[in-house]
């Protein structure tokens, strides 16, 4: 259904994307992450049909998606910046969107309106920035699009509203299975409702999987200092603390320490914990060089 | 997840956002009453005149709906700037260049022939208002003249008028969200292209062909055979539309 | 909804939380165990990943699929989990607990009393 290849995307000097190369077919919950900068609106965007690629292909449907009203009618997209018809009141924009997308579901609009407390009648452009957000999120997975694209949905809601918000997302994927794709910095909060993990830096695809496998991607060593220095001498390492004189801990890539194949006694010293979503998503795209600690300490 | 996936066509697509966008722009209606309200009221204070001796003396009041003319031409324009302003936001919803496009063209035309129908009934408005405000009351020859195939005359040529407005005022919008930085500088390299052309013109063909803001208009205000006069318009309302369809053809979309 | 902890796989821990059920005798034998949708909703997770819970226990042989009616907890299961279980403690919380105690220089003699004091305790099997 969503088909990337070599997709570049250039505005003026700057390269938003380089050569982002991916695939989804079926129905999904798809968590999009990236520092900021690293190309999920651009992509977004694309395959919304609101931008043409530099060069390299988005299909979508089995057709590229610029201007294409084959991929507009099946494809909503929630984006923080996006603006309604000015003065418009709640209740007409949910009757705008009913009049175009053809699986919009105005029962369900209504009752999360209500359960989020946001009236009707009131005007889109007086809402507050987290008001905003939940109208926007309501509104957009009531419109039941195959392919429905959540950028940063959970920006300035508070956290209750936020779980709520992720149940919702849940709970209406399971009743219409669609592709749902959601860029989010929450990634905590989030990870358990997702499927898949689709990681974007430097504007390539760096992993594409499951969410079991982006989990156990990164394994963290813990062991005294002579056992940890030989492998680190071995693998990349993304990490590396002293947690006191007698244990040392790095965050290695867990095939590469598979591969290894240590003996027994050799792995029998070591501890290995797993590493939060989180945690591996800032090694994973940690920026190299000079960190924090440099600029306190000189 | 196949049966949730729709096919409509592009036309039924354009349709529905005709309807919709003359739905979240019905006061547009109200503005134009508004803004004809105030021709009215100027209408009654075009002009004075007095004169007089010891023994006698007069006012003569002018009523003229030049005025209710003037703003149904800002209205006109204002349209035409706020549809094509409404590029960067209508695309969340469903829609592309050629639906965005078709439906602007409609929504316009739309307009205009509501303007031109009201500018008709305001000719006759303006005859009953002064009638029942002043007495001795003199029309111009013109008004009393007025038969049928004159109503639709003037019908057709406010609408057209209209029209071209409107389709001026999209064409520059289009172009300007198109173009951006660029469309500024090409707007000051088009006006110093045309006055450098006129002053060449003016000296090199003599002063018979310099042209001004003014001969621009009269060519189509003293235009006045009828089917030539129908045809600039088409022509000109033609090269609007094309231009405006060229610019948002490819237009991406980014706030 | 249930909470989960964050380092490991998701689908593990459901994998995990389930064989604590058989454990418990909240479902037993040859019962319907609960559906993919059934976790989702208890725990707030995707139901693909909750099915992989349930697969893996498919795999272990702890249940079974019943064609068009759904998992069920196989013959053998609690079983099965207890020899599993009883593998883990062995070994890892044996370890755990023996590396502990050398470091705080207590003897071979002195745990083994220990464990067994503990043991008499309660009374209650597992």
Known sequence: MIQCEELTKDFGGTRALNGCSF?????????????????????????????????GEARVLGEPAFQNINVAQNVVLNEGRMTFHANATL???????GRFYLNFDEKLARGLLEYFQLDEKRQYSKLSKGMASTFRLIITLAARAPITLLDEPANGMDPTVRKDLYEVILKDYIKVPRIILIASHYLGEMEQILENMLLIHGGKVMLHSALEEFQTFLVALKGSPQAIKPIEEKLQVYEGKDFGPGIRQIVVKREAFQQLQLKEEEAGVLKTTGISLEDSFIYLTQRKGGGIDELYHS | MNSIIHKETQMTIA?????????????????????????????????MSGSGTEYFSYTVRIASS?????????????QGLHLAGEKSREYYLVSNNFTAYFSDIAVLEIFAVTGGVTLLLSESFLQVMVSVLY????????????????????????????????AAAYT????????????????????????FGSVLAARLLGPAFGSTIESAVNFYLHETRGMIWFLKMAVTIGALYGISYLGIRNLEVNA | MKQLEGTEPIYLQI?????????????????????????SEIFGINPATALKGLNLLVEKGIVYKKRGLGMFVSADALTIVKEERRGQVMKEQIRNLVEEAKRLEISQAELIKAIENEMKKGGKTL
Do not use: C
């Not at chain 3, 454990?23 to 059934?38: A, D, M, N, P």
């Open chain 1, 23 to 55: 695939q989804i077919e079926a129905p999904t919950l798809t968590g999009v992450i990236g520092v900021n900068g690293a190309g999920k609106t651009t992509l977004f965007k694309i395959l919304a049909g609101f931008l043409r690629p530099s060069s």
């Open chain 1, 91 to 97: 209740q007409e924009l949910v009757h705008s969107y």
């Open chain 2, 15 to 47: 349709l529905r956002q005709t309807r919709d966008k003359l739905y979240h722009n019905a006061n547009a209606f109200m503005y134009l009453i508004i803004l004809q309200l105030l021709g009215y009221f100027l209408a009654n204070n075009v002009g």
């Open chain 2, 66 to 78: 030049v005025p209710l003319i003037f703003f149904t031409i800002i209205w006109m324009l204002l």
């Open chain 2, 135 to 166: 007495e001795n009351v003199t029309l111009q020859a013109s008004f009393s003249e007025v038969g049928f195939i004159n109503y639709v005359s003037l019908f057709v040529t406010a609408t057209l008028y209209l029209l071209m407005f409107g």
């Open chain 2, 172 to 195: 520059v919008g289009i172009l300007r969200a198109r173009f951006k930085g660029r469309f500024f500088l090409g707007i000051f390299l088009l006006i110093a292209l045309l006055i």
């Open chain 3, 15 to 39: 994998a995990d939380w389930l064989e604590n059920e058989i454990l418990s005798g909240h479902v037993r034998s040859e019962e319907k165990i609960y559906s993919q949708y059934k976790l």
